[in-house]
């Protein structure tokens, strides 16, 4: 059995994203130490989500899951960059590929379309068309959204 502070298994993303919001629009602001304590937490962070498959030990973390999904290929692709961490760069843009494959199939994004949703998931690809760099392949698809 593991044990988690919080509830939402998806709470990576969401915290993950929020910290790079903050570091691109007030990164300026915050002192040096603080912005390596968040660049560890993110690495941190990226990493565990590793560790989080659709299928095994019960995790529902499969690209058809749009939000948690889109968000992981974001924060996993930023982070690589950021850090040259080229094996974490790579493996956002792989779950980037396979979250795009499911979309170009349909149109559409895989995940209930509802408004709460349909709302994570236009903000994790406007971080997508945002914060990576221009040769990303999330960068141009990301403003899809726009």
Known sequence: MRLSLIGDPNWRGFVGTTFIVALEEFGHLIPKNVTELIEESLFNATVGDTYRVGGVDGDNLYPSYSNPALMRAFVSSYV????NDSNMTLSGYHYAQESLALFNRTKTLSEFNSGTYTGVSLFALTLW???????????GNGRISE
């Open 129 to 139: 068309a945002k914060y990576l760099p221009a040769n990303d392949i999330m960068t």
């Open 80 to 83: 690589g960059n950021r850090l």
